[in-house]
């Protein structure tokens, strides 16, 4: 399993980093950086509450294969077609 | 340099028609499956020439299998938000007739029962009008076309923006796929109107006259908009070295504003074709390669661009609102002479932590501009931390 975020829906409040503190941290705005994504065995639990308690519905854990574009990963597009 | 799409036929479609001759339908497809020039462009290897260069026949096959039962839409994406790029608006004045051939042969291949054809406002927009009525007067296009007018910004362009905002809603990327969720709820091809155009060339040769130039990667001709200082269009096969198309620089930026800057005498080694840019640590982008004068700062330039590009953010994400402005003023900073080493590092910082964590790619091209800005520049950061400017030629304490 992988911690993804809609980076166009968090605002910043941070409970993730609380609740996570071993897989996410903050930037100087307050926003999420994560190192690695993926969540083992033993952490699901908490990750599952950060999803449920994130303010703006931001957090999802979801299947390492699957990917959306505003998370980052490569959905078959150009990017922008300046 | 070689011309398959430059080729001056303007409006006229009399003109078009005695160059290329008529469109090349092939018949609808069955529903839910590929038309048969699929396999024409899967076997020409044409690759999206909007910047990403994804393999179109890939996303040809990806949209008509999201589709479902309802038609797919075609976007053709000639918004060109970028400045140092040309070539849309070239590409559409001389050979406007290629571009919606292309777009009718991709419709076809789809499915699709409709062709939007997207430019930013205030340009070509009322001469493309007249050149869809005379052929929907003819009865070239088997789908509706139409033309329309979106704002002139840097993410205008960018494929679910451009998708929302002709939906009605504002022109800013979403986290929606494009091929999944597009126009109206609909799976949708959102392809550069260059892309297109080879399409068309593609539909009339086959694809071995297709891929008789350019790289065995990334075949056939391309676009490139030069800026030294004037910005021309030329067209060439794509793996044409950089020097062949401009002169001896300082510095010569790939790929545009979210590109990257190399050492002018490296860059004009290199080929311009995707994958041999990015391993230099650039980026081939839409074609774009733009000189730095003699005697003009890097870093300046750099600042004014980044400084730019902050102003241009949908600011809908953390980066985009916050870190965006907070290194281009850090790199305004620097480039006034007026940074401490300290400035410096939080700038490096600030600047690593842009790729990745955006609502869209709009931060990952800003930190690979200054990113490749701090490395390519770094006699000048050293300088001015001294207070002195190659450009301005004014010496100052940093304080």
Not at chain 2, 23 to 49: K, N, T
Not at chain 2, 158 to 164: F, G, P
Request: charged fraction near 20%.
């Amino acid at each position: 399993m992988e911690l993804r975020i809609d980076r166009i829906a968090c605002d910043g409040a941070g409970l993730c980093a609380e609740i996570l503190p071993e897989l996410v941290t903050l930037d100087e705005w307050g926003y999420p950086i994560i190192e690695d994504a993926r969540v083992g065995p033993g952490r699901r639990a908490n990750a599952r509450r950060a999803v449920t308690l994130c303010p703006r519905l931001a957090l999802r854990l979801a299947d390492s294969r699957q990917r959306t574009s505003a998370e980052g990963g490569a959905a078959p597009s150009g990017s922008r077609a300046a | 340099m070689m011309e398959r799409l430059l080729t001056v036929t303007g409006p006229d479609l009399g003109r078009h028609l005695t160059r290329h001759g008529e469109l090349p339908l092939r018949g609808p497809a069955r529903p839910g499956s590929l038309g048969p020039l699929a396999d024409e462009i899967a076997a020409a290897g044409l690759r999206g020439r909007g910047g990403g260069w994804f393999p179109t026949a890939r996303k040809l096959a990806a949209v008509a299998a999201a589709a479902g039962s309802r038609p797919p839409v075609v976007v053709v994406n000639a918004m060109e938000g970028e400045p140092l790029s040309a070539k849309d608006a070239r590409l559409l004045t001389v050979a406007p007739h290629l571009v919606l051939d292309g777009a009718a042969l991709a419709a076809e291949t789809i499915g699709a029962d409709r062709v939007i054809l997207a430019v930013p406002v205030g340009g070509l927009g009322p001469m493309l009008r007249g050149v869809v009525t005379e052929r929907a007067r003819r009865g070239i296009d088997p789908v509706s076309v139409e033309v329309v007018e979106g704002p002139d910004r840097f993410l205008s362009g960018q494929e679910s923006a451009l998708v929302r905002w002709i939906g009605g809603g504002p022109a800013i990327p979403t986290a929606k796929r494009p091929f999944e969720q597009g126009v109206g709820g609909r799976a949708t091809l959102g392809s550069n109107a260059e892309t297109f155009a080879h399409l068309a060339l593609i539909a009339r040769h086959g694809a071995s006259w297709f891929r008789s130039v350019g790289t065995a990667e990334a075949p056939g001709t391309m676009l490139v908009s030069v800026s030294d200082p004037d910005i021309r269009v030329l067209e060439v096969p794509v793996g044409t070295p950089v020097g062949a198309v401009t002169g001896p620089a300082p510095a010569i930026l790939l790929g545009g504003y979210g590109g990257a800057w190399l050492p002018g005498d490296q860059a004009r080694e290199l080929p311009l074709a995707p994958e041999p840019l990015q391993a230099a640590g650039a980026t081939l982008g839409a074609g774009i390669v733009s000189a730095l004068p003699y005697g003009a700062c890097g870093l300046r330039r750099t600042a004014a661009i980044a400084g730019w590009m902050a102003g241009q953010g949908a600011r809908q994400c953390g980066p985009c609102l916050f870190g965006l402005p907070a290194v281009a003023g850090d790199l305004a900073l620097l480039a006034d002479g007026r940074a401490t080493r300290t400035d410096v590092d939080r700038l490096c910082a600030r600047t690593g932590l842009l790729p990745g964590r955006g609502g869209c790619a709009h931060p990952d091209g800003v930190a690979r501009l200054v990113g490749g800005a701090l490395r390519v520049f770094g006699d000048e950061v050293e300088a001015h931390l001294h207070g002195h400017c190659v450009e301005t030629l004014t010496y100052r304490r940093a304080s």
